[in-house]
């Protein structure tokens, strides 16, 4: 049973018990439509109070339901909002902490509805690129007011129970109740038990003075917020039924946007994405309730681009930070940066003055090893030499304190090589942040052969606090995220090589959804890292092939943003990628000396040959360990590469185009003799997929 039934004088009170959030699962529903029917037919009860145990009234659909049969299985939610709607004795909803979805839902189908201040009230569905399905959209415009429902409804954000309250008019809540609210709840259930008719959420009009106009004006602003994602208009739509159509009408209406968004991809790619970053944070072999180590204090070795950012990350959560460096100037310089990300914050209004100063007093320096001995964790972000990790990794393990877990910002190098400059592989762990680190969500957690479990747990635990989504990988060159962009980048090459140019492929890239395209990216980052990495792999593997357009381009020294010029040309002071005649000429002398004809490529070959690069490569990853689930890759795309969020990461892309196609499609490009034809040679998890007709997300 997850709700509990009990009469008190002549009132039954029905709670809903479902932790941790109430959620209206099968058995909760089950148990709330036979409490109604049992006070509907005990002569001795006179009215209904329905509240939530522990930290909510009900935070709406339950989750771990979601897809099941279960989770439309009678009574649903629409049959026991029914029930206690056509309930002959009035039913009082007693609403505290957390009233959201299915749970505000069937609040509005009560007749009372008295509520705490503070309450968090939403209807957050449009976050999962659905609507409210069981009335929602038809019976808030009626309780709250067009305008303030439609808002509600088109953003999914909770607004506080007594701002609520006070708009005028507003039938959402009869009272605000201070103190007890269950006292306050039996109280106007003694005072309407005889009262009649019983009032209805659904016999109100909704109505607004400017119609037309204002919904005009709706469309336009939320069509041009909502580019890529179809539910804000449909939600806007299901409102503008509840004010033109009779109750009946209107919750038709809402059904079908329902149904429709069901089946849209974004809406799809919204809930791979939400059950996507629940997944991330599990380790298959790390089980929940895995002891953690307290992390109190951090250290940080190197004050550069990632130290500083590093850094702010733990300020932010209030916990002390020291930074490390070789030289004093390095540190005044690694906090003066600090303090202009911080103030930039301040002037925009996204940080106030005492907060500023509050982290900032957090923050210590130092120059000496001994001062950081007491520290829960140091996370190393020295150059990327293995030589100077050596030392650095050395120095730690002779002066931290027994436990405190040593991490490492490295992106390229072996995180085992470096467990093992220490007496305590265990201890170690990578912890690879994104530029700039401060600001980007995704936190790559690379296990090495001998991290402890608990360091593990520690760690992912430790991101939440962080604001970061942390993603386990293996380890390997590139870990997940980066090992898949070379392959990325490569094609970016090759399409350079056969007749491109740089605007083409990023516009084509964009058009996509990426955040920016290949080239763009290249100048923002740097054309010089990729160089390096690629002068590296030469030795490595002399038979991978490149394009050597981009080592042309840094012979040149077009590095990027940062020297002025790169793939495009920069006016000083500005971002502005202006297409340049010189990189069109040096491609053109460039496929000369190859002897190439170029051709006219199109958008759909240049973003399938992008995209399958990553997925090709992911399966590769996955067969071998290194990600544990294909939804983690779409995580690290999603929060760390710009990936569009309404095509739910490069996984959740080629499951909606079937993989039978993308493998198709690759046994094309292996034909090109201008591409890499043994890469394309589908991996073989891909290739078992598509025999067994199934998808990476099943
Ligand atoms: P950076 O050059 O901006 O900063 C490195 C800092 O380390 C410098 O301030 C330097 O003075 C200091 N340092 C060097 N040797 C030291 C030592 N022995 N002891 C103490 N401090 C020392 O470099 P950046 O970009 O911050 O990179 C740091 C690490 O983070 C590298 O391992 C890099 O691969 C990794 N990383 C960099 C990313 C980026 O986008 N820049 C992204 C993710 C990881």
């Known amino acids: 049973m997850t709700a509990t039934y009990e009469v008190r004088g002549s009132v039954a009170v029905i709670t809903l018990d479902n932790p941790p959030v109430n959620g209206l699962g099968h058995a909760t529903r089950k148990a709330a439509a036979e409490g109604v029917e049992r006070a509907e037919n005990d002569a001795a009860v006179k009215a209904i109070v329905i509240t939530g145990a522990g930290k909510a009234f009900s935070g709406g659909a339950d989750i771990k339901e979601f897809g099941s049969p279960k989770a439309l299985a009678e009574p649903s939610l629409h049959s026991l909002i029914a029930v206690v709607e056509n309930c002959s004795k009035p039913v009082v909803a007693a609403i505290h902490t957390v009233c959201m979805g299915g749970g505000l839902e069937l609040a509005l189908g009560c007749h009372y509805r008295v509520v705490s201040p503070g309450a968090k009230i939403a209807l957050p569905e449009v976050k999962l690129g659905l609507l409210p399905g069981a009335g929602g959209t038809q019976r808030l415009p009626r309780a709250l007011g067009v305008e303030p429902a439609l808002n509600m409804i088109v953003s999914g954000e909770p607004v506080n129970s007594e701002l609520l309250a006070q708009i005028p008019g507003q039938k959402l809540f009869d009272r605000v109740v201070e103190g007890d609210l269950m006292a306050g709840a039996l109280a106007l259930a003694a005072e309407v038990a005889d009262k009649r008719p019983l009032p209805k959420v659904r016999d109100l009009k909704a109505r607004h003075p400017e119609n037309q106009a204002f919904f005009q004006f709706a469309r336009n602003t939320v069509g041009a917020m909502s580019k890529n ?62 002891p953690t180590r307290s992390i109190a204090k951090v250290a940080v070795i190197g004050a550069g681009t990632m130290g500083g950012g590093i850094s702010m990350n733990f300020l932010n959560a209030g916990i002390p930070v020291t930074m490390l460096e070789t030289k004093q100037e390095a540190l005044d310089r690694g906090v003066a940066t600090i303090r202009k990300n ?55 393990d002779a002066v931290m304190k027994p436990g405190a877990i040593l991490a490492s910002n490295t992106s390229t190098l072996d995180v085992n090589k470096i467990a093992n400059f220490t007496q305590r592989p265990q201890d170690v762990v990578g912890m690879h942040f994104f530029s700039p680190a401060n600001v980007m969500r995704l936190l790559e957690v690379v296990r090495g052969a001998a991290t402890a479990k608990d360091v593990l747990a520690t760690v992912m ?34 399409l350079l090589d056969e007749g491109c140019t740089p605007a083409q492929v990023d516009k084509a890239a964009e058009k996509f959804g990426f955040a920016m395209g290949p080239f763009r990216m290249g100048d923002l980052a740097g054309n010089d890292i990729g160089w390096a990495i690629r002068k590296r792999r030469y030795q490595e593997k002399p038979n991978l092939r490149y394009s050597a357009s981009a080592d042309r381009l840094c012979e040149l020294g077009r590095y990027g943003q940062k020297t002025g010029a790169g793939w495009y040309d920069y006016v000083p002071g500005k971002r502005d990628a202006i297409p340049s005649p010189v990189v069109v000429e040096m491609l053109e002398k460039h496929r000369a000396a190859l002897g190439i004809t170029p051709r006219q490529i199109s958008d759909e070959e240049i973003v399938q040959r992008l995209v399958f690069a990553l997925v090709n490569e992911a399966a590769h990853l996955l067969e071998e360990g290194i990600a ?71």
């Not at 490009?669 to 040679?681: I, R, S, T, V, Y």
């Open 229 to 290: 994602f179809p539910a804000p208009l449909r939600c806007l739509e299901a409102v503008a039924a509840a004010v033109n159509m009779k109750f009946e009408d209107g919750m038709k209406a809402e059904r079908e946007g329902f149904l429709a968004l069901m089946m849209t991809p974004e809406s799809k790619a919204l809930r791979h994405a939400f059950f996507a970053e629940r997944a991330a944070s599990k380790i298959g072999d790390v089980p929940e309730g895995t």
């Open 342 to 396: 911080y103030e930039a914050q301040v002037k925009k209004g996204k940080l106030k003055e005492d907060k500023y100063a509050a982290r900032m007093a957090l923050l210590t320096t130092t120059l000496n090893y001994a001062d950081i001995g007491d520290a829960d964790l140091v996370i190393e972000a020295v150059f990327e030499e293995l030589g100077v990790k050596e030392a650095v990794f050395k120095q730690l």
């Open 461 to 494: 635990q430790l991101a939440k606090k962080i604001k970061k989504t942390a993603v386990v990988s293996g380890v390997c060159d590139g870990f997940i995220g980066n090992r898949m962009i070379e392959q990325y980048s490569r094609q970016a090459g090759f």
């Open 628 to 698: 544990q689930r294909a939804s983690d890759v779409d995580m690290v795309y999603l929060t760390g590469y710009g990936f569009p969020l309404w095509r739910g990461g490069p996984m959740c892309y080629a499951d909606t185009v079937g993989l039978f196609n993308v493998v198709q499609a690759m046994k094309r490009f292996a034909k090109n003799p201008l591409d890499d034809g043994k890469f394309w040679q589908p991996a073989p998890l891909l290739a078992r997929l598509v025999e067994q007709g199934k998808g990476f997300n099943e």
